[in-house]
T-cell receptor, first 117, second 114 residues
């Protein structure tokens, strides 16, 4: 149980375009979803936290107009990177937690590798 | 502010041997949870083991066990009978009872020598 999927797993886009990444909880209701960014050989950096039906809370230094997060249902959150630039290239990971999960444990998606050319 | 420190950027161990990864944390809270996550080359984060701070007994999951020292704020992971599939980045993480956000350590790269 507690499976989280992410789509796409890899995406290449041109500079200036927007790209959307989906995060789905497949077998539980995700009341809270988290979006992380991971640079090579580094730990996870929290970008934002979103509760279903509410606006996302962004971490300091994360541009909310650039990284649009929507958590419209208990099973889906999306991250849209708007007007992407090469410096946005990274590995993006989502995680989810909900009433059915234990001890505030977060369940992680497999990640999305974004390359902006 | 809460912090998690992993002082070993890289560790190596011979296959079938035992290795211990260290983790210390800083908090003034009494209710919290600690985790060890594994991130193999596929980059999928996998929960290895979880410890509730209110439990005195150390958590164990098959070949994985922790040494939880609450007073010392230490949470080390012991991997027994190391296997090639254990090679990965290991991250220690902390979460408060009142806050959903995970605080991450920098990670330890574990190399298994055949």
């Amino acid at each position: 149980g507690a499976v989280v999927s992410q789509h796409p797993s890899r995406v290449i886009c041109k500079s200036g375009t927007s790209v959307k990444i989906e995060c789905r909880s497949l077998d539980f209701q995700a009341t809270t979803m988290f979006w992380y960014r991971q640079f090579p050989k580094q730990s996870l950096m929290l970008m934002a936290t979103s509760n279903e039906g509410s606006k996302a809370t962004y971490e300091q230094g994360v541009e909310k107009d650039k990284f649009l997060i929507n958590h419209a249902s208990l099973t889906l959150s999306t991250l849209t990177v708007t007007s992407a630039h090469p410096e946005d290239s990274s590995f993006y990971i989502c995680s989810a937690s909900g009433w059915a999960t234990t001890s505030y444990e977060q369940y992680f998606g497999p990640g999305t590798r974004l390359t902006v050319t | 502010a809460q912090t998690v420190t992993q002082s070993q950027p890289e560790m190596s161990v011979q296959e079938a041997e035992t290795v211990t990864l260290s983790c210390t944390y800083d908090t003034s809270e009494s209710d919290y949870y600690l985790f060890w996550y594994k991130q193999p080359p596929s980059r999928q984060m996998i929960l290895v083991i979880r410890q509730e701070a209110y439990k005195q007994q150390n958590a164990t999951e098959n070949r994985f066990s922790v040494n939880f020292q609450k007073a010392a704020k230490s949470f080390s992971l012991k991997i027994s009978d190391s296997q090639l599939g254990d090679a990965a980045m290991y991250f220690c993480a902390y979460i408060e009872d009142s806050n959903y956000q995970l605080i991450w350590g920098a990670g330890t790269k574990l190399i298994i020598k055949p």
